[in-house]
Protein backbone atom coordinates (compact mmCIF):
# COMPACT_ATOMS: atom_id res chain seq x y z
CA UNK A 1 0.00 0.00 0.00
CA UNK A 2 1.16 3.39 -1.12
CA UNK A 3 2.54 5.23 2.25
CA UNK A 4 3.59 9.08 2.23
CA UNK A 5 4.98 10.24 5.81
CA UNK A 6 6.00 13.90 7.08
CA UNK A 7 8.05 14.66 9.99
CA UNK A 8 8.21 16.12 12.09
CA UNK A 9 3.95 17.09 12.37
CA UNK A 10 5.19 20.79 13.68
CA UNK A 11 8.08 22.98 14.49
CA UNK A 12 8.91 26.06 15.66
CA UNK A 13 11.39 27.92 14.54
CA UNK A 14 13.44 31.69 15.29
CA UNK A 15 13.44 34.20 12.33
CA UNK A 16 16.54 32.78 10.38
CA UNK A 17 16.94 29.68 11.99
CA UNK A 18 17.11 27.31 9.02
CA UNK A 19 15.77 23.62 9.07
CA UNK A 20 14.31 20.34 7.04
CA UNK A 21 11.17 18.80 6.55
CA UNK A 22 10.81 15.43 5.44
CA UNK A 23 8.53 13.44 3.36
CA UNK A 24 9.41 9.92 2.97
CA UNK A 25 7.45 8.01 0.78
CA UNK A 26 6.80 4.02 -0.41
CA UNK A 27 4.77 3.95 -3.85
CA UNK A 28 5.18 2.11 -6.66
CA UNK A 29 5.82 3.72 -10.14
CA UNK A 30 6.39 6.89 -8.45
CA UNK A 31 5.38 9.74 -11.52
CA UNK A 32 6.23 12.95 -9.27
CA UNK A 33 6.54 14.27 -5.65
CA UNK A 34 5.12 17.38 -5.02
CA UNK A 35 5.48 20.29 -2.15
CA UNK A 36 2.58 22.33 -0.99
CA UNK A 37 2.33 25.40 1.17
CA UNK A 38 -1.30 25.63 3.00
CA UNK A 39 -2.42 28.62 5.18
CA UNK A 40 -5.18 27.72 7.85
CA UNK A 41 -8.98 27.95 5.56
CA UNK A 42 -7.26 28.55 2.75
CA UNK A 43 -6.31 25.63 -0.42
CA UNK A 44 -2.97 24.61 -0.88
CA UNK A 45 -0.29 26.83 -3.19
CA UNK A 46 1.96 24.89 -5.57
CA UNK A 47 5.82 24.74 -4.24
CA UNK A 48 7.39 22.03 -6.52
CA UNK A 49 7.34 18.85 -8.25
CA UNK A 50 9.87 16.58 -8.42
CA UNK A 51 10.67 13.76 -10.74
CA UNK A 52 13.32 11.87 -10.11
CA UNK A 53 15.99 10.72 -7.56
CA UNK A 54 18.71 13.53 -7.27
CA UNK A 55 16.50 16.22 -8.50
CA UNK A 56 16.80 19.84 -6.86
CA UNK A 57 14.27 22.71 -7.18
CA UNK A 58 14.50 26.56 -5.20
CA UNK A 59 12.60 29.30 -4.58
CA UNK A 60 13.05 31.87 -2.89
CA UNK A 61 14.28 30.56 0.26
CA UNK A 62 12.99 26.93 -0.27
CA UNK A 63 14.57 24.06 -1.90
CA UNK A 64 13.21 20.77 -2.49
CA UNK A 65 15.05 17.66 -2.82
CA UNK A 66 14.71 14.17 -3.89
CA UNK A 67 16.18 10.81 -3.19
CA UNK A 68 15.00 7.01 -3.89
CA UNK A 69 13.39 7.01 -0.58
CA UNK A 70 12.33 10.54 0.74
CA UNK A 71 12.36 13.91 -0.17
CA UNK A 72 13.51 17.10 2.00
CA UNK A 73 12.74 20.81 1.73
CA UNK A 74 15.07 23.09 3.13
CA UNK A 75 13.94 26.20 4.88
CA UNK A 76 16.92 28.54 4.65
CA UNK A 77 16.72 31.71 6.90
CA UNK A 78 12.83 31.63 7.43
CA UNK A 79 10.74 34.54 7.91
CA UNK A 80 7.18 35.04 9.82
CA UNK A 81 6.07 34.87 6.19
CA UNK A 82 6.88 31.17 5.58
CA UNK A 83 4.56 30.08 9.02
CA UNK A 84 2.17 27.63 7.60
CA UNK A 85 1.50 23.97 6.94
CA UNK A 86 3.36 22.41 4.05
CA UNK A 87 2.08 19.19 2.52
CA UNK A 88 3.68 16.81 0.42
CA UNK A 89 1.81 14.51 -1.94
CA UNK A 90 2.79 11.96 -4.64
CA UNK A 91 0.97 10.69 -7.98
CA UNK A 92 1.73 7.40 -8.87
CA UNK A 93 2.46 6.81 -13.12
CA UNK A 94 -0.61 4.70 -13.44
CA UNK A 95 -2.94 7.02 -11.89
CA UNK A 96 -1.64 10.37 -12.85
CA UNK A 97 -2.86 13.25 -11.23
CA UNK A 98 -4.44 11.41 -8.24
CA UNK A 99 -2.42 12.93 -5.02
CA UNK A 100 -2.28 11.19 -2.02
CA UNK A 101 -0.92 13.16 0.23
CA UNK A 102 0.80 13.46 3.55
CA UNK A 103 -0.28 14.98 6.62
CA UNK A 104 1.94 17.96 6.88
CA UNK A 105 4.48 19.85 8.70
CA UNK A 106 3.12 22.85 10.50
CA UNK A 107 5.76 25.34 10.54
CA UNK A 108 5.25 28.35 12.84
CA UNK A 109 8.75 30.83 12.38
CA UNK A 110 8.81 33.55 15.52
CA UNK A 111 10.35 37.29 15.39
CA UNK B 1 -1.84 32.42 -14.32
CA UNK B 2 -3.20 28.36 -12.88
CA UNK B 3 -5.76 30.11 -10.87
CA UNK B 4 -8.60 28.68 -9.64
CA UNK B 5 -11.22 29.67 -8.13
CA UNK B 6 -14.74 27.78 -6.02
CA UNK B 7 -17.85 29.28 -4.80
CA UNK B 8 -19.14 29.89 -2.67
CA UNK B 9 -16.20 30.32 -0.08
CA UNK B 10 -18.63 29.06 2.79
CA UNK B 11 -21.89 27.64 2.91
CA UNK B 12 -24.06 26.90 6.07
CA UNK B 13 -27.30 24.32 5.51
CA UNK B 14 -29.98 22.57 7.06
CA UNK B 15 -29.55 18.69 7.11
CA UNK B 16 -31.48 17.25 4.47
CA UNK B 17 -31.13 19.64 1.88
CA UNK B 18 -28.20 19.50 -1.16
CA UNK B 19 -25.26 22.23 -1.76
CA UNK B 20 -23.75 22.83 -5.05
CA UNK B 21 -20.31 23.48 -5.22
CA UNK B 22 -18.57 25.33 -7.73
CA UNK B 23 -14.97 25.13 -9.42
CA UNK B 24 -13.67 27.15 -12.15
CA UNK B 25 -9.88 27.32 -13.61
CA UNK B 26 -10.16 30.80 -14.70
CA UNK B 27 -7.16 31.62 -16.84
CA UNK B 28 -6.53 28.14 -18.58
CA UNK B 29 -8.05 24.91 -19.98
CA UNK B 30 -8.58 21.72 -17.43
CA UNK B 31 -9.44 18.51 -18.48
CA UNK B 32 -9.29 17.16 -15.51
CA UNK B 33 -10.58 18.40 -11.95
CA UNK B 34 -10.58 16.71 -8.70
CA UNK B 35 -12.29 17.23 -5.45
CA UNK B 36 -10.88 16.62 -2.20
CA UNK B 37 -12.23 17.21 1.56
CA UNK B 38 -9.96 17.87 4.28
CA UNK B 39 -11.54 17.22 8.28
CA UNK B 40 -9.74 19.59 10.93
CA UNK B 41 -6.59 19.42 11.52
CA UNK B 42 -5.99 16.49 8.79
CA UNK B 43 -4.81 16.41 5.33
CA UNK B 44 -6.67 16.02 1.94
CA UNK B 45 -8.68 13.31 0.74
CA UNK B 46 -9.62 12.57 -2.81
CA UNK B 47 -12.59 12.29 -3.26
CA UNK B 48 -13.23 11.74 -6.65
CA UNK B 49 -11.56 12.53 -10.52
CA UNK B 50 -13.43 14.60 -12.78
CA UNK B 51 -13.27 14.57 -16.50
CA UNK B 52 -14.48 16.95 -18.95
CA UNK B 53 -17.90 15.19 -20.81
CA UNK B 54 -17.48 11.98 -19.29
CA UNK B 55 -18.61 10.53 -15.86
CA UNK B 56 -16.70 11.00 -12.50
CA UNK B 57 -14.94 8.48 -11.27
CA UNK B 58 -14.74 8.39 -7.50
CA UNK B 59 -12.59 7.22 -4.99
CA UNK B 60 -12.97 3.15 -2.75
CA UNK B 61 -15.60 3.98 0.43
CA UNK B 62 -17.13 7.67 -1.01
CA UNK B 63 -20.76 7.55 -2.23
CA UNK B 64 -21.04 8.23 -6.07
CA UNK B 65 -25.11 9.26 -5.15
CA UNK B 66 -24.62 11.87 -2.42
CA UNK B 67 -21.20 13.69 -4.13
CA UNK B 68 -22.42 14.47 -7.63
CA UNK B 69 -20.25 15.83 -10.04
CA UNK B 70 -20.55 17.19 -12.95
CA UNK B 71 -17.70 18.27 -15.73
CA UNK B 72 -19.70 20.35 -18.70
CA UNK B 73 -16.91 22.69 -19.47
CA UNK B 74 -13.26 22.85 -19.50
CA UNK B 75 -13.34 25.57 -17.50
CA UNK B 76 -16.06 24.23 -14.90
CA UNK B 77 -16.83 21.26 -12.41
CA UNK B 78 -19.36 21.01 -9.90
CA UNK B 79 -19.92 18.72 -6.81
CA UNK B 80 -23.46 18.98 -4.97
CA UNK B 81 -23.98 17.47 -1.94
CA UNK B 82 -27.30 16.05 -1.66
CA UNK B 83 -29.20 15.30 0.86
CA UNK B 84 -26.61 16.65 3.23
CA UNK B 85 -25.85 15.34 7.13
CA UNK B 86 -23.59 17.46 10.24
CA UNK B 87 -21.07 14.41 8.92
CA UNK B 88 -20.75 16.06 5.60
CA UNK B 89 -19.47 19.49 7.38
CA UNK B 90 -16.09 19.56 5.87
CA UNK B 91 -13.36 21.42 3.60
CA UNK B 92 -14.02 20.91 0.31
CA UNK B 93 -11.37 21.79 -2.37
CA UNK B 94 -11.12 21.32 -5.85
CA UNK B 95 -7.71 21.30 -8.00
CA UNK B 96 -7.22 21.23 -11.85
CA UNK B 97 -4.25 20.23 -14.14
CA UNK B 98 -3.32 22.67 -16.67
CA UNK B 99 -3.61 20.57 -20.09
CA UNK B 100 -0.12 19.44 -20.81
CA UNK B 101 1.04 20.59 -17.61
CA UNK B 102 2.08 18.19 -14.50
CA UNK B 103 1.46 20.58 -12.17
CA UNK B 104 -1.98 20.89 -10.48
CA UNK B 105 -3.30 23.69 -8.90
CA UNK B 106 -5.85 24.23 -6.17
CA UNK B 107 -8.91 26.28 -5.70
CA UNK B 108 -9.43 28.86 -2.00
CA UNK B 109 -12.07 25.76 -0.60
CA UNK B 110 -15.53 25.56 0.63
CA UNK B 111 -16.57 24.71 3.95
CA UNK B 112 -19.56 23.14 4.40
CA UNK B 113 -21.26 23.69 7.57
CA UNK B 114 -24.48 21.12 8.04
CA UNK B 115 -26.58 22.22 10.77
Known amino acids: EDQVTQSPEALRLQEGESSSLNCSYTVSGLRGLFWYRQDPGKGPEFLFTLYSAGEEKEKERLKATLTKKESFLHITAPKPEDSATYLC????????????FGAGTQVVVTP | GAVVSQHPSWVICKSGTSVKIECRSLDFQATTMFWYRQFPKQSLMLMATSNEGSKATYEQGVEKDKFLINHASLTLSTLTVTSAHPEDSSFYICSADSTGSYEQYFGPGTRLTVT
Open chain 1, 89 to 100: AVSRGDSWGKLQ
